[in-house]
Structure formats: C-alpha cells, structure tokens
C-alpha cells in the first residue's frame, strides 16, 4: 500500500498529546476539538475520513463520544483509532488490556498506548502508518461495497464477506 491520500481527521485528545499527533498526521487535515459537544457539533456538519480518541478526552468521555459516532448512520464505518497517552502510566497492564477489549467491542479499529511507543522518527511513522492503513483499508472496503451494490449485489446491511444468512436462519431469527 502506498501513502494515504489527504484525508479529514478528527482528532478528540488531551492537549498535552496535540503536538506529537499534529506531526504524525502532517500531510493529512486535522482537527482538533476540545470538547465532545464540539466534536459531536463538527460531525455534524462535516465529513471525516477517520476520527482519532483520547482514553483522558474530556474528562474521560471516549466511550461516550465512541459511542455516539457508532450510533451515527454517517460514521458507523469510517475507521476510530483510540488513543492513551501519559497517564495511562497509572494504569496496570490488566486495566489497559480491559481497555482493548472494551473499546474493540465498542467497534473502534484500533487502540494505542502511545507511551510505548518512542516519540522519535521512527515511532512516529510506525504510528503514521497504522493510521494510513485504517484510512487506505477503509477507502478499499467502501469501493468492494459500492462497486458489489452496482453489481446488482445488495449489501443489506452485511459486513463484507460475511455470509448470507440461509432461510432456515431467517426464519429462526425472526
């Protein structure tokens, strides 16, 4: 894969993280909020390629804003990438793998302890490139599925590839 074309990114983090994630994301478009009414505000109105979230964000509310991306019918695709940063030092290793299974059952793409990886060039682009995986596997996903829709290939609501349900499925489940 190459590089990730310029894509919009919302980022909800703490402001002690803002610069290290400005200089990965450089060459993409960033915005940063401060709050999860901004943020909830700005996806609204604008369109976003992938959205980044601080475990601390506002008061520690990433589940909730996670949550209410999901619920959106606009964003329940586009790819969340969910963020730790210093003070998840407090945290024991059992409470942050609690973490990564909570946030990857809430549907996010990913979650990263920043503090284990160096602020350095080549922590950094090891960071970049997930993100521009999650951007780039994202564009993929949504070209199979437009392109399988004009098939003449609905996508009633399955994630791609998983199987059509039998009709002795269908009617068990309903």
Do not use: W
Not at 17 to 39: M, S, Y
Not at 71 to 78: E, S, T
Not at 90 to 106: F, N, Q, R
């Amino acid at each position: 894969m190459g590089p990730a074309p310029k894509t919009p990114i919302l980022v909800a983090i703490i402001p002690d993280k803002e610069d290290r994630i400005q200089r990965i994301l450089n060459g993409h478009d960033p915005t940063f909020v401060k709050n999860c009414d901004e943020a909830r505000r700005l996806l609204e109105k604008q369109e976003f390629g992938l959205v980044i979230i601080g475990v601390h964000f506002d008061e520690s509310q990433m589940f909730s804003l996670l949550g209410d991306i999901r619920a959106h019918a606009k964003y329940r695709k586009v790819p969340i990438l969910c963020v730790m940063g210093s003070r998840g030092r407090m945290l024991t290793d059992i409470a942050i793998e609690g973490l990564d299974h909570a946030i990857k059952a809430m549907m996010a793409n990913g979650f990263l302890n920043l503090e284990k990886i160096q602020d350095d060039d080549d922590g950094n682009a090891k960071i970049r490139r997930i993100v521009d995986y999650l951007i780039l596997l994202d564009g993929e996903l949504q070209q199979l599925a437009d392109g399988a829709e004009r098939n003449g290939a609905p996508n009633n609501g399955r994630l791609l590839g998983q199987p059509r349900r039998r009709s002795a499925d269908k009617e068990a489940a309903g």
